[in-house]
């Protein structure tokens, strides 16, 4: 059978056509072609070294590159018609340079294989998709930062298994999420380095015959190394599966954050609101306004989580090098980053805008003795040991949920019948401005301490 009816690129040694099915069945173009701008950089830096190397004319090279820059443009323009028959972006790509220039577009391919190729794109895409991730992260966590310094003061309820526990302050609560998300920042600002190394050269698993300069294609591309082992360069992954565990965590994060959103929106915690433009409404309930993006943003982060186990997945039995199972890589990866970064754009929007009902967060940490701890601290100090302080407290307590009354309503005879060792200056501890206050110590809830970490905060991000 003649080679026409063979695929173009390696039709060579075929003697039938593809079957049409398994034509579809192992083509990545449909998902792949996402990648055709890092796939032309990597081509157009292929191109420069093998000029250098003086495999291609200078002539050669300029046709190749001006010639890409065009498929790109095409590609832009909606104008390229992407082929089924031609499997993937990087054989989309080559076909149509070649149909343009003819016999110098077939020899850009020359020292390479799309083994090293497909690796080369995913992680320049990648690349670039951290560094809009981090932005992103930036963006919410100086929203963050602001937020808290506005409520530096304001009082609500601790919580621990979701009992009122600790009067803290909201300014405090919201720098806890601050804290999380820089860990998921040098998290992703670690991961990029690892991402950063360039595989471009490996050729197909075992180097090539041709005098390549890597050194060359490495800096044209911004890596920051070459892969020292050309088997390793076309068959590892790790840098994508880190990148789901960064992403993974973040999201995880995320979506604990989302939880807090869901519940203080709600009729029982009204601690905020949010405003019409991140909720939806109900097509039966008039009453409704969901919090629909937290909501959201908490179901994503089972995506994230499932990709990064498919990645773990697809990789735990594969021999060396390169596998076909390596094209499964794409889409979970850029389901992952997508994910993260639009979650991550929907929560920088949003969280400036929660508005704070301070008066009911106020009632709610008034009610829940949430100062027993404060009484407790204050026995201590009077001299006594702090179990029998607890014990004491806890009768006071008791007394209370039978009164009807919390610790600061009660009188001080009232609360000298638990311990005489109760004064009148017991009723400074007892408030919520006391407790809050008295945590004056790095990393405690008093507002100073808040305004502080503000300014740590800021200083973290400048210095980023
Ligand atoms: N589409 C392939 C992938 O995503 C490109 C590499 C193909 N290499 C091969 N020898 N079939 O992994």
Same mark, same amino acid.
């Given at each position: 059978m003649s080679s026409e009816?063979?695929?173009?690129?390696?039709?060579?040694?075929?003697?039938?056509?593809?079957?049409?099915?398994?034509a579809r069945f192992t083509a990545s173009v449909d998902f792949d072609k996402r990648l055709y701008r890092h796939d032309i950089l990597g081509s157009q830096a292929h191109a420069r070294m093998l000029t250098q190397a003086g495999v291609l004319s200078e002539a050669e090279r300029d046709a190749i590159v001006a010639g890409l820059d065009e498929i790109r443009g095409e590609i832009e323009a909606g104008t390229f018609e992407w082929r089924v028959d031609l499997e993937d972006v990087h054989m989309n790509i080559e076909a149509r340079l070649t149909e343009r220039l003819g016999v110098v577009g077939k020899k850009l391919h020359t020292g390479r294989s799309r083994n090293d190729q497909?690796?080369?794109?995913?992680?320049?895409?990648?690349?670039?998709? !951290? &560094?809009?991730?981090?932005a992103e992260l930036d963006r919410l966590q100086a929203g963050l930062l602001q937020l808290a310094e506005t409520e530096a003061d304001t009082i609500m309820p601790g919580f621990t298994h979701l009992q009122t526990a600790q009067p803290?302050?909201?300014?405090?609560?919201?720098?806890?999420?601050?804290?999380?998300?820089?860990?998921?920042?040098e998290r992703l600002v670690d991961c990029r380095k690892r991402v950063n190394r360039m595989p471009l050269g490996s050729a197909a698993l075992a180097g090539t015959t041709y005098?390549?300069?890597?050194?060359?294609?490495?800096?044209l591309l911004g890596f920051e190394a070459i892969g020292g082992n050309s088997l390793d360069g076309v068959s590892d992954r790790d840098f994508a599966i880190e990148f789901c565990a960064a992403a993974s965590l973040a999201m995880m994060h995320l979506s604990r954050f989302s939880e807090e959103l869901v519940l203080w929106t709600s009729a029982?915690?009204?601690? !905020? &609101?949010?405003?019409?433009?991140?909720?939806?409404g109900s097509s039966i309930m008039p009453q409704k306004k969901n919090p629909d993006v937290p909501e959201l943003v908490r179901g994503k982060t089972g995506r994230v989580f499932g990709?990064?186990?498919?990645?773990?997945?697809?990789m735990k039995g594969q021999p060396l090098a390169y596998n076909k199972d390596n094209q499964e890589d794409k889409e979970p990866l850029f389901d992952a980053a997508d994910t993260l970064r639009d979650s991550l754009r929907a929560f920088a929007d949003m969280v400036p805008a929660i508005k704070p009902k301070r008066e009911i967060m106020r009632e709610a940490a008034r009610r829940g003795f949430s100062t027993a701890t404060d009484l407790a601290d204050y026995l201590v100090r009077k001299g006594l040991p702090f179990r029998d302080c607890h014990e004491i407290v806890g009768h006071a307590v008791k007394y209370g949920v039978d009164s009807g009354k919390d610790l600061a309503e009660m009188s001080l005879e009232e609360l000298r019948r638990f311990s005489d060792q109760i004064e009148q200056d017991v009723f400074a501890v007892l408030t919520l401005e006391g407790s809050v206050n008295a945590r004056d110590h790095i990393g405690g809830t008093a507002p100073a301490q808040v305004r502080a970490a503000v300014q740590r905060g800021r200083a973290l991000l400048a210095r980023r």
């Amino acid at each position: 059978m003649s080679s026409e009816k063979t695929n173009q690129s390696w039709g060579g040694r075929f003697s039938e056509p593809v079957d049409a099915f398994v034509a579809r069945f192992t083509a990545s173009v449909d998902f792949d072609k996402r990648l055709y701008r890092h796939d032309i950089l990597g081509s157009q830096a292929h191109a420069r070294m093998l000029t250098q190397a003086g495999v291609l004319s200078e002539a050669e090279r300029d046709a190749i590159v001006a010639g890409l820059d065009e498929i790109r443009g095409e590609i832009e323009a909606g104008t390229f018609e992407w082929r089924v028959d031609l499997e993937d972006v990087h054989m989309n790509i080559e076909a149509r340079l070649t149909e343009r220039l003819g016999v110098v577009g077939k020899k850009l391919h020359t020292g390479r294989s799309r083994n090293d190729q497909v690796a080369t794109d995913i992680r320049l895409w990648l690349r670039d998709e !951290i &560094d809009a991730i981090l932005a992103e992260l930036d963006r919410l966590q100086a929203g963050l930062l602001q937020l808290a310094e506005t409520e530096a003061d304001t009082i609500m309820p601790g919580f621990t298994h979701l009992q009122t526990a600790q009067p803290v302050t909201f300014g405090h609560h919201l720098l806890a999420w601050f804290e999380m998300l820089s860990r998921d920042h040098e998290r992703l600002v670690d991961c990029r380095k690892r991402v950063n190394r360039m595989p471009l050269g490996s050729a197909a698993l075992a180097g090539t015959t041709y005098p390549i300069q890597r050194q060359v294609t490495c800096e044209l591309l911004g890596f920051e190394a070459i892969g020292g082992n050309s088997l390793d360069g076309v068959s590892d992954r790790d840098f994508a599966i880190e990148f789901c565990a960064a992403a993974s965590l973040a999201m995880m994060h995320l979506s604990r954050f989302s939880e807090e959103l869901v519940l203080w929106t709600s009729a029982q915690f009204q601690f !905020i &609101d949010l405003p019409d433009r991140f909720c939806t409404g109900s097509s039966i309930m008039p009453q409704k306004k969901n919090p629909d993006v937290p909501e959201l943003v908490r179901g994503k982060t089972g995506r994230v989580f499932g990709a990064l186990t498919g990645l773990l997945t697809l990789m735990k039995g594969q021999p060396l090098a390169y596998n076909k199972d390596n094209q499964e890589d794409k889409e979970p990866l850029f389901d992952a980053a997508d994910t993260l970064r639009d979650s991550l754009r929907a929560f920088a929007d949003m969280v400036p805008a929660i508005k704070p009902k301070r008066e009911i967060m106020r009632e709610a940490a008034r009610r829940g003795f949430s100062t027993a701890t404060d009484l407790a601290d204050y026995l201590v100090r009077k001299g006594l040991p702090f179990r029998d302080c607890h014990e004491i407290v806890g009768h006071a307590v008791k007394y209370g949920v039978d009164s009807g009354k919390d610790l600061a309503e009660m009188s001080l005879e009232e609360l000298r019948r638990f311990s005489d060792q109760i004064e009148q200056d017991v009723f400074a501890v007892l408030t919520l401005e006391g407790s809050v206050n008295a945590r004056d110590h790095i990393g405690g809830t008093a507002p100073a301490q808040v305004r502080a970490a503000v300014q740590r905060g800021r200083a973290l991000l400048a210095r980023r």
